[in-house]
Structures are given as structure tokens and as C-alpha cells.
């Protein structure tokens, strides 16, 4: 940091000139330490004692490392969250190293300068030089005299010099603050300054930070992810929370460490299952308390009235503030209260602003005891605000809020498809349960546009309900006699109802329907016509008329990007990208997903479940390219929002990739235990039939475990013709039963059945390349090439291989041929030995690229199929016996060796350059498998073993 020239007593002049040092004259002896008694409390010039067990914090360690390369570290966030404690390792962190860090505890007493330039000489004095001879510094003088004084004397200091300084939003005296102001900034330019405060200081100008190399931790940062959550309510001895207990905790906390500390006071107190579910929910009374008196009191008036005129509103802006308020001094409000951490930025549009969801919820609870007056009012100038600004949606919550009914019904009988296209179901579906009954009776159409949020979500068997009342009442010639009727066309319930059927029966598709309808209604490119598109996608998709869907889905697209229908351009992107991965074309499939994925990112919240929905494809189509961490990551980003997604296939496919993920990172047993909770779970939930996809997926796992009795009986159940020598010549494999038929053909291949096996995957694998479902073809491939090899069959073999490293190639789709082990890359390099002798045309052989990948030796991952040796005996992958049924993987050993070095779940991810969550998902099943439940058991254990060294 360059260094500045004292100007004593007025604010810092910053100027990276030389800088003349005033030194201290010459006068007495001694040492100034022995000379005067400290007046300052020890209390607050060393950190306050740590307290119970420590929680590792291996986020913030980054930030510890960069401590002595900074100029200024600050820690900006509300009380609660924990600033003092890290100061407080940190502390402990340096005196370990040999470093003797200053610690200044501020309070309101430091207020008077003389007492706070007292304060800085005590806290200062151990790095005073020995022997010094001059004359006393003495805070009898004046305080800027003092402090210069003592600035210079640090100067000549050969200690590293680092000052902590705690609470600095303390001091609200002016002079005071130029006093600290000035001892910071006159410092020796190789000194760090750390400060913990609730607000920044203002000082702390943007041009600063970059001059001087400033570092700031600000509420996000100091919030506790995911694991240290849980690995804190384990410490406090709640290690019976369910993995949703703490993504629950994790919602309505947002990580934040008071909110968690009194959850956990809270849930000692729950008696019941549900006082303990409310608590995990965020309803307790502790956390209200501590907000009312440790935060809101400490606030000035200005902006506890700004809060109280401002709780009822989601989302917070300038402009609407100042409507709200009445009022034009909103964005100084809103400006001081981000600077205290008590707003979040809405990272998808500028300008726009919300409380956390705790604070808003307190405040929302404040604004119930006020009483329903003012803020029936303040429900009314917001939604009349949103209205007249376009946001529908926003306008229509409000004027329910206020349960003025009239004001919504005339806001969705005059906006409905802009209701529709938001795909705010909830928000209508609480106004058409609290609408009184008089209100339908002069509204009688008033479901049609909730019908439609009914079917864009995906909840079609209500949606047909109320589709049969809107029908009938049409039929009985039953109007809307009000100023502004709201009566739905016929071919609007027409297109519903077709929509509802196409959904609700699985073996409707009839495209001649919606291309009836498109004839009929022309040209027109409203709302009602994206989802003609979007339903013409769907029932060619379910013919495997592939290009015909893409165009149909293409055209949803743009016509929902023409009408702002966020809801269904997701869905048409999402299905595009689906049929590109089925074809094989993985680039523009993860392009696809991309672009869906930022489009619901534009309306946060709302989209969440479908936002899930690419996040999978976008981890299929990772691991089908061996990338395994980044599709573990894809794949726990997106789990908690397709759980929330109300198609079966969604959820039955999802089950079926994190078996797959499962495999690849922990072997078959749990991929096995996987799909055994996921049917567990989706039974009654998902339609039989992908339940049985879900138990013919099981047999891949039992046949890797060379359980072939258990292979055997699944298949029996689910109507594998076992006793068959092929397919009739007109099989056709329907999607719903692929995995029946390729997992059948595993089995058969195992047991000695090569022939048969062969048969049926020829006839499977010219279906899938004629209906252009190569991604498909590529796994099928390579078990055609296993079974002809099983068969002593070497033409057919090395025609299978070509075959295989040919989709391969052309796909990008490798994870099949990785998972055949040792006997696929026997057989590529068979292949490529047949090819050295026949010297083939290079235009139709496999890249050197694909080749030399494959043949490379494999890091990690499991073999599903091994026919080396033995034919069809079973091989197991590399492992490690450790009790009956259980065998520890390569990653687990290596995550065994990592923990009992002591590294934290973050520095074991980028030591094995894999996720958090994967490193997590590892420990899990390490532990099970280990019969223990934390990290140091698994350590000793391992010792016991011999496991480790």
C-alpha cells in the first residue's frame, strides 16, 4: 500500500508520494511499555474465548491465505453471522505462526477520541521497540498528536504488523472515526488491516479497492454452505436430520449462522414431530426475538419505518418504494440497508432487491400485529404500481393479498393470457379457493385461464376437472353478463382438451388432431397457437417421428420467445435438446439444455421444477462422455427441482442415471440400493409401467454382481420371454421397454445364451440406427461385439467393434465402451491388429483420438461387463473385501487415505478434482460400508484393518 502523509486531526490525504515520517523525539528512557499501566480492559484487546466444539470452515480458508497479500480485509455482513468468530480463528491461526496480531474490541465508549486514542496506544504497545528513549506518549495530549506519535513508532517496528479490529460500526462519532480513519491509513505500508463491521465503511470507496487490494467477505461468504450445515447441527448434537431437514434449513436460513444456532436451541425444546417440522420450516420464536432487538432496534428510524412500509413487498425497486412510501427517499434507504447486508441483489435484473426470507418474514409478521389498515392500502398502491409497469403477476399477488376480489378479477379478466403465460398456478389457485361463491356465480368462466396453468404445470388430472365444469357451462349457454366477460373460444377448450387427453393417455398421439387445429385458426401467433406447437411436438415424439417433433417443438420456441412465455419456451428447448441426445448430436443437445436452463433463470422461483429438467439431460449427456464429476455436479444441482416435477418419465429417468452415476463413482451394490429406495419412493407416485422400467434396470446391477437367480426372477415378473431363440420378425421395441430388453440381453450373455443374445441385440440395434437413436445404438453396439466374442465369433466380432468405435466416434458417446473394462479394449486392440494387417480405407476407420482415449489406462470407474478369461463367467473390478456383501472401491480407498490425512471435504475435491457433492456422495457409502457414522471412525477402523499405513 503506498504510503500517505499525515495531516493530523482532519481525514486521510491518499497520495503515493513520498511520505516525510514524523518521528517521536528523543528525551526519556525506558521502555513505554513498562512505563504506563494499560487502562484499556483485556477483554477487548484480545478475541473473546472460543466456546464448545469447533466447526471447520474450509470455505474461508482461501480468504485466511490471502490475509498478509491484502492491504484491507473486511468482513461486511448483519449481526449473526459469525464475524467475530472468524476474526477469532484467524487470530489463533497467526499467533500459531509466530505472528502477533493487534485485536481491538470497539464499543460506545470509544466515542470520546481521547478514550478511543487510549484504547490504540494499549492495544499497540507489545510492538513498541524496547529501550525506546523519548518522551512518554501520554492521551492527556491532543488525540491526533498521540496518534501520529504512535504511527511513527510502528514504523520503526520490525514486526509484522497486522491490526483486528472488531464491532466497527461502533463508533458513530465523527471524530472518532477520522481518528481510527487516520491510524489505519498512516501505518507502515506493509501493515494488514482486518475490520469486522455490520456496514462498510465509507471510506471504503470503490476507488480505494482498487488502488489499495482490498478483500471482502460479505454475507454470502460468510454464510454456511450446505455441508458445514450440516456438519454444524451435527455438532450440536442433531445428527438424526433427514436430507431434507437441512435443505429445508438451508432455504429458510440461507446459512446463516445465528438463524442455525437458534434452530438448534429450538429443536432441543420440540416435543412433538410437528413443533420439530415447523421448526425446520423456519417458524421459531427465538430467531423474531433476536432480530427485534439485536438488528431492527439498532437501526435508525428512518429506515425502521422504511422496513415497516416496505415488508409486504416480494421484490423491492426505487421507484416502487417511493410509490409505496410516498416518498423520494427510497434508494438512500435501500442503499444504507444493502450496505448492512440486509437486502440481497436479484442477480437475473438490475435494480431490483429483497429481503432474505427470514427478516422478511418477521417483518411480515410485525406488519399482522400493526392490524390489515395500512396495509390493505400498501397492497393497493403496489399492485396499482406493477400494473401500470407491466407485471401482471405482481399486480394481481398484490390486489390478493389485500383481498380486494374485484381488482382481481378485473386484472385477470383483462390480462389473462399474461396470467397464463407467467405460470403463476399457485398464486390463482389460492384466488379461485378464497373467491367467495358469489363472485363465480357473476363470473362463471372465470377457471379457463387457471385451467391453462393447470395444464403448462403439468397437473392434468385437475385440469380435466375443471375443463368438464367450463365445458358444461358453455353447453348450457350459460353467460358472463359483466361489463368485461371473460368467455372462453371453443377451440380454446378444444385445444385443452386435447392437450389433457394426449397426456392422461398414454397410447393417444394423433398429430392429424393438432395439425386440424393449426389449419383452423391460420396464421395466428398468440398464445393459444405456441401450444398447439408444443402438443404436435409431443404426439409426433411419441411416434418416433424425430424430425417432425424438432420442427413442431422449434416452432413453440419461437413463438413463445415472441410472447414472453418463459414456461413454454423451457419446455420446447428442453425437448429439442432431448431428441438431439437420442440422435446422438451431444454438442447441440448440451447447447440446447444451456439455453434452457438461462431461460428459466430469468424467472427465478417459478420455473425451478422445470429448470431440473436439462440439468439431467446436461449430466446424461456429460457421463455419456465420461466427464463423471461434471455430471455428478449437473445432476445434484438439478435433483431437488426435478423431485418437484410431476412427469413420471422425468422422475423414473432420473432414478435410473443416479443408479448409473452411483456405479461409475461406488460400484453396483449402490447403484443397486439406489434404485431399490427409488422404487420405494415412486410407487405411488409414478405409473407401474416406470416402475418396471425402474426393476428392469435392476437387472443390469444384479447381473454385474453375478447374482443371475435374482437377474432371473426380475426378469420372469416382468415378462422377458426367457425361453425364446429371438424376436419375431416383426418385434418392434417401444421406448417403455428398452431397458427390459438390453438388460435381458446382459443376463443372457452371462449365461452362456451368446446366440440368442446376439439375435435380439441385431434386431434392437437396426431398430434404433432406422429411428436415428444413435446415442442408444452406441450401447447396444457394444454389446453386440461382447456377445459375438462370448460366441467365438471373430468376423462378427470385428464387425461389431467397427461398428461400435464408428457411433462412438460419431456421437461422442464413450461411457459404454469405458464401462466394458478389460474386454472392450481387448477387443479394440484386436480390431486394430486386423486393421494393421489389412490396411482399411482411413475414411471409414475410427479417429487415433477416440483409439488412443479408450485404450488409455482407466483412472476410475467400474466394469458393468467382463467376458475376459472364462467366457461368460463374471469378473469383479478392482476392490477391497471389507465385510460380507461390501467391498471398498478405488475412489473410496483414495478418500480414505484423505481423510485420515485430516482434509476437508473441499480440499478432498480439488485434490481428486471432483464436486463437493461427490465427495460427500463417497463418504456416504464409505461410511456405510464401514459400519461407522463419522470420519475419525472410518479413519481408526481403516487403521484396524490394515487399510491404511
Not at 502477533?100 to 499497540?124: F, H, M, Q, S, Y
Not at 417483518?363 to 397492497?379: F, K, P, T
Not at 390463482?428 to 387457471?450: A, D
Not at 479413519?939 to 491404511?948: C, D, E, H, I, V
Request: overall charge negative; glycine content about 6%; aromatic content about 8%.
Amino acid at each position: 500500500m503506498g504510503e500517505h502523509r499525515w495531516n493530523a486531526g482532519s481525514a486521510p490525504q491518499w497520495n503515493n508520494s513520498d511520505m516525510t515520517k514524523l518521528k517521536a523525539v528523543p528525551g526519556k528512557t525506558g521502555n513505554m511499555t513498562d512505563s504506563r499501566a494499560r487502562s484499556t480492559p483485556r477483554t477487548r484487546l484480545a478475541p473473546p474465548p472460543s466456546r464448545g466444539k469447533q466447526l471447520s470452515r474450509p470455505g474461508l480458508e482461501e480468504y485466511y491465505a490471502q490475509l498478509q497479500q491484502q492491504s484491507f480485509t473486511l468482513l461486511v455482513a448483519p449481526q449473526g453471522y459469525g464475524k467475530t468468530h472468524v476474526l477469532s480463528s484467524w487470530h489463533a491461526a497467526l499467533l500459531d505462526s509466530g505472528t502477533r496480531p493487534i485485536w481491538i474490541t470497539l464499543d460506545d465508549r470509544d466515542n470520546e477520541p481521547g478514550k478511543l486514542a487510549r484504547v490504540l496506544l494499549d492495544a499497540c504497545a507489545p510492538l513498541l521497540p524496547l529501550g525506546y528513549s523519548g518522551p512518554e506518549i501520554s492521551p492527556d495530549e491532543s488525540s491526533g498528536e498521540t496518534i501520529q506519535q504512535l504511527c511513527n513508532l510502528l514504523h520503526d517496528s520490525e514486526e509484522a504488523l497486522i491490526v483486528m479490529i472488531d464491532q466497527y460500526e461502533t463508533l458513530t462519532d465523527p471524530g472518532a472515526r477520522e481518528l481510527l480513519t487516520d491510524f489505519l491509513f498512516h501505518l507502515p505500508p506493509a501493515a494488514h488491516r482486518v475490520l469486522a463491521s455490520t456496514s462498510t465503511p465509507q471510506w471504503m470507496t470503490p476507488k480505494l479497492r482498487l488502488e489499495e487490494g482490498v478483500q471482502v467477505l460479505n454475507r454470502e461468504a460468510l454464510a454456511f454452505s450446505a455441508p458445514e450445515l450440516e456438519e454444524f447441527m451435527q455438532l450440536e448434537g442433531h445428527e438424526a436430520l433427514s436430507d431434507e431437514d437441512i435443505l429445508s434449513l438451508m432455504n429458510v436460513t440461507g446459512g446463516w449462522p445465528a438463524a442455525l444456532k437458534l434452530a438448534s436451541l429450538s429443536l432441543n425444546k420440540a416435543k412433538t414431530h410437528r413443533e420439530h417440522t415447523s421448526i425446520v420450516h423456519g417458524v421459531f420464536p427465538l430467531l423474531y426475538e433476536y432480530l427485534e432487538r439485536n438488528i431492527i432496534s439498532n437501526l435508525p428510524p428512518t429506515l425502521r419505518a422504511f422496513l415497516q412500509q416496505t415488508a409486504h413487498l416480494k421484490r423491492l425497486r426505487i421507484d416502487l418504494c417511493n410509490h409505496v412510501c410516498g416518498s423520494d427517499d427510497a434508494g438512500d434507504c435501500l442503499s444504507a440497508l444493502l450496505d448492512m447486508g440486509l437486502l440481497e441483489g436479484n442477480n437475473y435484473a438490475d435494480n431490483w432487491f429483497s429481503y432474505p426470507p427470514l427478516l422478511h418474514n418477521f417483518l411480515l409478521r410485525q406488519l399482522q400485529q400493526e392490524g390489515r389498515g395500512n396495509l390493505v392500502e400498501r397492497h393497493c398502491r403496489a399492485s396499482d404500481w406493477y400494473l401500470e409497469f407491466g407485471l401482471t403477476e405482481s399486480s394481481f399477488y398484490h390486489a390478493l393479498e389485500a383481498q380486494d376480489y374485484d381488482r382481481a378479477i378485473a386484472i385477470q379478466t383483462a390480462h389473462p393470457a399474461d396470467l397464463i403465460v407467467a405460470g403463476g398456478a399457485a398464486l390463482v389457485e389460492q384466488f379461485i379457493k378464497t373467491m367467495p361463491q358469489k363472485k363465480f356465480e357473476e363470473h362463471p368462466y372465470i377457471l379457463w385461464p387457471y385451467t391453462w396453468m393447470l395444464v403448462i404445470s403439468q397437473r392434468f388430472t385437475e385440469a380435466n376437472k375443471h375443463l368438464t365444469e367450463l365445458q358444461s357451462r358453455l353447453a348450457a349457454g350459460i353467460e358472463d353478463k359483466t361489463a368485461d366477460p371473460l368467455i372462453p373460444e371453443p377451440e380454446n377448450l378444444k385445444a385443452l382438451e386435447y392437450r389433457i387427453k394426449q397426456a392422461l393417455d398414454r397410447d393417444w398421439a394423433e398429430p392429424a388432431v393438432w395439425l386440424k387445429l393449426k389449419k383452423t385458426r391460420g396464421s395466428k401467433e398468440d398464445f393459444l397457437q405456441e401450444q398447439i406447437e408444443l402438443s404436435l411436438g409431443s404426439a409426433y415424439f411419441r411416434c418416433n417421428k424425430f424430425s417432425d417433433a424438432y420442427t413442431a417443438f422449434h416452432e413453440a420456441k419461437r413463438l413463445a420467445e415472441l410472447n414472453h412465455t418463459t414456461i413454454t419456451a423451457v419446455s420446447a428447448a428442453t425437448r429439442m435438446a432431448e431428441i438431439r441426445y437420442m440422435q446422438g448430436q451431444l454438442t447441440e443437445a448440451m447447447y440446447l439444455c444451456t439455453e434452457a436452463i438461462d431461460i428459466a433463470a430469468l424467472v427465478p422461483g417459478q420455473l425451478s421444477s422445470f429448470t431440473g429438467i436439462p440439468l439431467l439431460l446436461s449430466s446424461r449427456i456429460l457421463f455419456d462422455r465420461n466427464q463423471l464429476a461434471q455430471s455428478e455436479q449437473s445432476f445434484y444441482e438439478g435433483r431437488n427441482m426435478f423431485r418437484m416435477y410431476r412427469a413420471s418419465h422425468y422422475l423414473m429417468d432420473s432414478a435410473v442415471h443416479r443408479a448409473r452415476l452411483a456405479n461409475a463413482s461406488s460400484g453396483w451394490q449402490s447403484a443397486l440400493h439406489t434404485l431399490e429406495q427409488a422404487i420405494g419412493n415412486l410407487s405411488e407416485n409414478i405409473h407401474e409401467s416406470n416402475i418396471n422400467q425402474l426393476r428392469a434396470e435392476q437387472v443390469r446391477y444384479e447381473v454385474l454382481g453375478g447374482h443371475l437367480e435374482q437377474a432371473e426372477a426380475i426378469l420372469k415378473r416382468l415378462g422377458a420371454p426367457l425361453n425364446s431363440r429371438g424376436p419375431n420378425p416383426t418385434f418392434q421395441c417401444e421406448r417403455a421397454v428398452e431397458y427390459l430388453y438390453l438388460n435381458y440381453c446382459r443376463y443372457l450373455i452371462q449365461t452362456g445364451k451368446q446366440t440368442v443374445a446376439s439375435t435380439w441385440l441385431t434386431k434392437l440395434l437396426n431398430q434404433a440406427k432406422s429411428a436415428e437413436r444413435l446415442t442408444l445404438s452406441v450401447e447396444i453396439a457394444v454389446l453386440l461385439a461382447l456377445a459375438h466374442d462370448a460366441g467365438d465369433d471373430d468376423r462378427r466380432t470385428l464387425r461389431s467393434v467397427r461398428e461400435m468405435l464408428l457411433l462412438a466416434d460419431q456421437t461422442g458417446v464413450i461411457r459404454p465402451l469405458i464401462e466394458g473394462g478389460s474386454s472392450v479394449k481387448r477387443l479394440i486392440r484386436k480390431f486394430q491388429d486386423s486393421q494393421d494387417q489389412e490396411q482399411p480405407d482411413s475414411a471409414h476407420q475410427p479417429s487415433t483420438a477416440l483409439l488412443d482415449q479408450l485404450l488409455a489406462p482407466e483412472k476410475k470407474g467400474h466394469q458393468l461387463l467382463e467376458t475376459g478369461g472364462q467366457k461368460g463367467a463374471q469378473t469383479a473390478g478392482p476392490s477391497l473385501e471389507v465385510a460380507e456383501g461390501n467391498t471398498l472401491t478405488p475412489r473410496e480407498l483414495e478418500l480414505l487415505t484423505l481423510i485420515s490425512e485430516g482434509l476437508s471435504n473441499k480440499m478432498i475435491a480439488s485434490e481428486l478434482i471432483i464436486g463437493e457433492g461427490t465427495v460427500k456422495w463417497h463418504l456416504k457409502n464409505l461410511f456405510l460400508k464401514l459400519g461407522v457414522g463419522s470420519r475419525t471412525q472410518a479413519a481408526s477402523r481403516a487403521r484396524s484393518m490394515g487399510l491404511l499405513e
